[in-house]
């Protein structure tokens, strides 16, 4: 069956960075469009970034020149590097792929402090 465990979410002050980390098993990581949500308090989920199998990446403008997505298909694993981190930043940071369906890991929370 299709997992996604996140990991690296933490405090952070403003200006910080962190790697946010999403282990995939259960279908062809490889082949597989993946893609990082968040959800910040009473806000909708949204969209951050998006890898395709050929290693194209899209983002979201509020993340763009800040954050990086990336692909290791050796180790089924994205990440995300988010550097100069705001506030605004703070959110559940969720993997997603799709299939039959769409997928989500569990989340991992960044918080940026001011």
């Known amino acids: 069956q299709v997992q996604l465990v996140e990991s690296g979410g933490d405090l952070v002050q403003a200006g910080g960075s962190l790697t946010l980390s999403c282990v995939a098993s259960?279908?062809?990581?490889?082949?597989?469009?993946m893609a990082w949500y968040r959800q910040g308090p009473g806000k909708q989920r949204d969209l951050v970034a998006s890898?395709?199998?050929?290693?194209?990446?899209n983002y979201a403008d509020s993340v763009k020149g800040r954050f990086t997505i990336s692909r290791d298909n050796a180790k089924n694993t994205i990440y995300l590097q988010m550097n100069s981190l705001k506030p605004e930043d703070t959110a559940v940071y969720y993997c997603?792929?799709?299939?039959?369906?769409?997928?989500w890991g569990q989340g991992t929370q960044v918080t940026v402090s001011s």
């Open positions: 997603y792929t799709i299939g039959r369906r769409t997928y």
């Open positions: 259960g279908f062809i990581f490889s082949a597989q469009f």
């Open positions: 890898i395709t199998s050929g290693g194209d990446s």
